[in-house]
Each structure stands twice: as structure tokens, then as C-alpha cells.
């Protein structure tokens, strides 16, 4: 029986991340993975199953990662600007220190793999946002909302402005960056819509 590499591992993992980025999931396959990290198919074999293991065992590996650095310094016991402040500082590092995962994700959401990776990996994330929202909404800070309706208020904002400035271009085909000003302005603005006062 063949050992497992390492370092071997984390290279056909980053490849993989990008592979499925810049190809899709229809796109990838076993085959280009292993000629891309100059591997025989056999040693992919030692780490995954097959094609939709080696999928999903990454994808939820890049989420518990995701959810890891979102949470980092968070208490779900913070008042509503303060966790939500440490949210968006969060998030905004991790996406900018893994251009792929932002990729990656959004490509799930619309595949075969959604349900396999997103139910699985944030169950523990969903109980922490819960609390908050739910602490937050027992403070008297804000209102009852449906989640999606919180979601697109709290983060969207934040998703959008990191599109736009991966893309290095506005709405109106003009060059954008982010900049520490315009993410705390929107910042600020998010948490206006959403407190009450």
C-alpha cells in the first residue's frame, strides 16, 4: 500500500480549487487533475474515491475553512454592530486571501454538489449566526426578519463590492478597487438599514 504525501495532498487540493474554478464541474476531470500536478491517477486514488469524493471532500473541507476564518475573534454574545463589524472584517480578508473560494462557492451553489456540501458543512456555522441574530433581535437591536432578507441586507453589500473589485471594474465599466473607505462606508450604511435607531 502506497503512503500518503503530504504535500503531494495539498498540491492536487489547490489544483483542484482551481481547476473547478476556471473549468466547472463538468469541466474537471481526474485525468487533467493529475496530469496538472504531474501525479499518476493512481496516487489521486489514494486520497479520494473518485471524481465526486475528491469534489466534495474539498468543497466542504474549503467551506469549514471559510467558516473558520469568518468566525475568528466572534462572539455570538456581541451587540449587533460590533459582531457584524467583525463579520465584515472577516470575510472581506478571507476572500481577499482566498481568490478562489468566493469562485468556488458560487459555483456550487448552482450544481449537483450543493446539497452533499453546504448542508453537512455549516451546521455549527448556522447555530453561531442564529445566536447572534437571535441575541441581537432579543436586544432590541433589530427586527424579526426572514434569513434570506438579513443575509441580502448584512452581506451582500460586502460580496458585491469584493466582485466588483476582483473584477477591477464598477457597474458602469469604470476601474474600481476597494478601499478601507469605501468598505466601512458601506459598512456603515448596512448597519443603518438594519438597527432599529
Not at 69 to 78: G, I, Q, S
Not at 138 to 159: C, D, H, K, T
Amino acid at each position: 500500500m502506497r503512503i500518503r504525501n503530504v504535500d503531494k495532498e495539498q498540491l492536487v487540493k489547490q489544483t483542484a480549487i482551481q481547476m473547478l474554478v476556471a473549468d466547472g464541474f463538468e469541466g474537471f476531470s481526474v485525468n487533467k487533475l493529475a496530469r496538472a500536478c504531474n501525479i499518476s491517477v493512481g496516487t489521486l486514488y489514494i486520497y479520494y474515491k473518485d471524481k465526486d469524493d475528491l469534489i466534495t471532500r474539498i468543497a466542504i473541507e474549503q467551506g469549514e475553512a471559510m467558516h473558520e476564518a469568518t468566525l475568528k475573534n466572534f462572539d455570538p454574545e456581541m451587540h449587533f454592530a460590533e459582531g457584524l463589524k467583525v463579520q465584515w472584517q472577516n470575510r472581506y480578508n478571507y476572500m481577499m486571501t482566498e481568490p478562489y473560494a468566493m469562485l468556488l462557492f458560487e459555483q456550487l451553489r448552482s450544481s449537483t454538489y450543493h446539497e452533499k456540501v453546504i448542508g453537512p458543512m455549516s451546521m455549527h456555522f448556522k447555530e453561531v449566526m442564529g445566536r447572534f441574530v437571535n441575541n441581537a433581535v432579543n436586544r432590541g437591536e433589530i427586527n424579526q426578519m426572514p434569513l434570506e432578507v438579513y443575509w441580502s441586507l448584512a452581506f451582500a453589500p460586502l460580496y458585491s463590492l469584493i466582485r466588483f473589485h476582483k473584477e477591477g471594474m464598477s457597474l458602469a465599466a469604470k476601474p474600481f478597487g476597494m478601499t478601507d473607505e469605501i468598505l466601512w462606508q458601506t459598512f456603515g450604511l448596512v448597519v443603518k438599514a438594519l438597527k432599529i435607531n
